[in-house]
């Protein structure tokens, strides 16, 4: 997407040095700072400190490590058990984003087949860049189906703006182009359709604020962000007409994982009778399971990231304590809204309502035999 007349995408492949590189995203809006990822372990960390976070993300930086995994010790990759562990080893980065098992496990079983090491490394990484290109055009068609939701509102709003409530980051810098969430809104700005953002600022790390914000912005479109717990007060006020959120895991009867804190904006949409809509891809779908609030892993990450807040300060990106130094914390990072909550899923192949029925309407491919 275009960053101050410059096209960007989070991660790519630089031809020239021939490594992965990616926006540290850690540090984002205040400084734009490149990485390279040569090593598995670099990938590792990538994905576990958030660098790269978001789970379509997290889907091609799994795609590509799997290349890395090939390359970064000569000609280790040749042999199938060490190649195998060190797709365990990215699989495990982070638990929850159903992306990484996704990417990882699709790039490795092509390129598994291919017993020649040469051959082995091109697969891998021809591969690795398809599931990047396919996650764009995904994300673009999401936008285009999403479009006709945020239309069929302005239509009845004779040209005041649609208010959009958003949680977390499911924009281009959470997926490779687009967005999942933010795909119908760019669309929808794009199309000359008057909309404004309500952005979530998504404690503890604040991807909506630091994040969101800083995407909607560069795109120029109307936005505001506000605290996690606004949303039901703004809801009761009329000032909500539509909720879009991404996920890091969906089952396939429509229970969806997404950052914590979406389940409080899904019950208070519900109560309001106010539309929300979750926008993603057909790699983030777990075909497996069907309880969400059962079968889905909750991360749980380090308690320090919700006692320290970070921001700018005197021209530099700075760490501050809240809580009293020894109240302890915790910090589980994501939520699970139950399929009864959700108005409809905003797919690459369409909309549909967030039912096993519906889901395998769409995907007729994953039924079960
Ligand atoms: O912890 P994060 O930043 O990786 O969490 C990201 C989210 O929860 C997003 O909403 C989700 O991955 C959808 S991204 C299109």
Not at 69 to 98: H, I, W
Request: hydrophobic share 40%.
């Amino acid at each position: 997407m275009n960053v101050d007349g410059k096209e960007m995408r989070p991660i790519w492949f630089n031809t020239e040095t021939r490594t992965v590189q990616v926006i540290d995203q850690r540090f984002l809006p205040h400084e734009l700072i490149i990485e390279d990822l040569t090593t598995v372990d670099a990938v590792i960390h990538a994905i576990k400190e958030m660098y790269v976070r978001g789970a379509p993300l997290i889907g091609a930086t799994g795609a590509l490590g799997v290349y890395v995994s090939l390359v970064q010790d000569n000609n280790r990759g040749a042999d199938d058990d060490y190649f195998k562990a060190e797709c365990e080893r990215l699989k495990a980065a982070r638990p929850t984003a159903m992306n990484l098992f996704w990417g990882v496990d699709r790039v490795m079983d092509v390129a598994i087949k291919e017993t020649d090491y040469d051959t082995r490394v091109k697969a891998a990484l021809a591969e690795a860049l398809e599931v990047v290109e396919e996650e764009a055009v995904n994300c673009r068609k999401i936008g285009e189906y999403g479009l006709s939701v945020i239309r069929e509102i302005a239509e009845k709003k004779n040209g005041e703006p649609v208010n959009i409530l958003t949680h977390c980051n499911a924009g281009w810098l959470a997926c490779i182009e687009y967005g999942t969430a933010t795909a119908p809104m760019y669309t929808a700005f794009d199309a000359g359709i008057n909309i404004h953002v309500w952005v979530d600022e998504t404690r503890p790390l604040n991807q909506g604020s630091r994040l969101t914000a800083w995407e909607l912005g560069k795109h120029g479109i109307s936005h505001t962000v506000i605290t996690d717990n606004a949303g039901g007060h703004l809801m009761q006020h009329g000032m909500v007409d539509l909720v879009i959120v991404g996920t890091d895991r969906t089952t396939r009867a429509g229970d969806v994982a997404n950052k914590i804190g979406t389940y409080l904006k899904a019950l208070a949409a519900k109560d309001n009778n106010i539309p929300f809509y979750v926008a993603l891809p057909s790699s983030t779908f777990d075909w497996d399971i069907t309880d969400g609030v059962k079968d889905i892993p909750i991360e749980e990450r380090d308690p320090d990231e919700i006692r320290y807040v970070q921001g700018l300060c005197d021209g530099k990106i700075r760490s501050v304590l809240v809580p009293p130094e020894t109240s302890p914390a915790a910090n589980h990072a994501f939520d699970v809204t139950p399929s009864r909550l959700v108005t409809g899923f905003i797919t690459e192949r369409g909309i549909c309502e967030a039912s096993e029925d519906a889901v395998m309407g769409l995907f007729p491919d994953k039924k079960k035999e």
